[in-house]
C-alpha cells in the first residue's frame, strides 16, 4: 500500500506556450508570415487578450498545437482504464506481460479507506490476491496469464500526452464533482502543474459548470444553478 494519491508531473511542454497560440490566432487574421508574427510578439498583455477573445469565440484549433506530457504514477487500473476512454490523448502505460507485480502496491478508494473494518477487509483480500498471483509466478504461470487475478486496486504508472484544447476537455469533464474521486484528483494534479507554468490557464482548467455558467448533470452539486434542458427544449 502507499499513500494512496494519484501523482502527476509535467514532464514536457512548448517553452512559448502563450506566444504560440497567440501566432496560430494572428496567422488566422493577417497577412503577415508566422515567423514575423512570433518574432515579434513581445506584449504578453496584449497577447493574452487576443488568445482569450479567439479562445471564448470557439475557435480552439488554435490551442491544438500545444501539447504537453505527464509522467503519472500511484493511480490504480480502474483510473486507468477511465482515464484511457478519452480519444485525443496518447498514453504508454507500465505492462502486467513484462513486469511482475509481485508485491503489488494497490490504491484504497476512500469510500472504504474511511471505514476502518471495510479497509481491513480490504487489505486482507489485497493480500489474498497477491499471494495467489506469486503462487501462479512461482508455478511458472507466465505474468501475462497470472494477472488474470489483479484487481483493479492494482497500482499502475504512465506517460500521458495531449494538446492543450484535449486537457481542457478532459479538466471540465473530470474535476467534476460528478467524477469519480480518483481520477478528479489526478486531472486536478496534471492541472496544477500546467497552472504553475501558465497561471492564466487557471481560468480554462475547471469543471465545465464553470464555463458553462450551469450544471448540465443530473444530479448537480449546487455549485451553480442547473439547467432545465426539458424546458430549454419546449
Known amino acids: 500500500m502507499n499513500d494512496n494519491k494519484p501523482h502527476a508531473k509535467l514532464i514536457s511542454a512548448p ?7 497567440y501566432t496560430a490566432c494572428r496567422t488566422c487574421y493577417s497577412a503577415d508570415s508566422p515567423q514575423n508574427i512570433f518574432d515579434n510578439a513581445d506584449d504578453e498583455t496584449k497577447m493574452l487578450k487576443l488568445v482569450k477573445k479567439v479562445i471564448s469565440s470557439g475557435h480552439l484549433s488554435t490551442i491544438e498545437h500545444i501539447q504537453v506530457s505527464f509522467a503519472v504514477s500511484n493511480i490504480s487500473r480502474s483510473c486507468s482504464h477511465q482515464l484511457v476512454r478519452h480519444r485525443h490523448m496518447s498514453f504508454s502505460q507500465k505492462s502486467q506481460r513484462y513486469v ?6 494497490y490504491l484504497i478508494p476512500q469510500t472504504i479507506n474511511s471505514n476502518e473494518e471495510l479497509k481491513e ?3 486482507s483480500f ?6 495467489t498471483y506469486n503462487d501462479f509466478i512461482e508455478a511458472g504461470i507466465p505474468a501475462e496469464d497470472a494477472r488474470a487475478v489483479l484487481p483493479n486496486a492494482c497500482a499502475t504508472s504512465m506517460i500521458v500526452s495531449t494538446n492543450l484544447r484535449e486537457l481542457i476537455h478532459v479538466a471540465n469533464l473530470r474535476l467534476c464533482s460528478r467524477a469519480q474521486t480518483e481520477i478528479r484528483l489526478l486531472i486536478k494534479a496534471m492541472c496544477d502543474e500546467l497552472i504553475a507554468k501558465e497561471a492564466w490557464l487557471k481560468d480554462y482548467l475547471v469543471p465545465k459548470c464553470e464555463t458553462n455558467g450551469f450544471c448540465d448533470e443530473d444530479k448537480s452539486c449546487g ?7 426539458k424546458e430549454e427544449t419546449e
Not at 517553452?15 to 497560440?21: F, Q, V
Not at 511482475?100 to 502496491?105: D, H, L, Y
Not at 489485497?126 to 499471494?131: A, F, L, P, T
Open 126 to 131: 489485497m493480500e489474498e490476491i497477491s499471494k
Open 121 to 123: 477487509k480490504f487489505v
Open 15 to 21: 517553452d512559448n506556450i502563450l506566444k504560440t497560440i
Open 223 to 229: 455549485r451553480k444553478s442547473r439547467l432545465n434542458l
Open 100 to 105: 511482475k507485480e509481485n508485491q503489488f502496491e
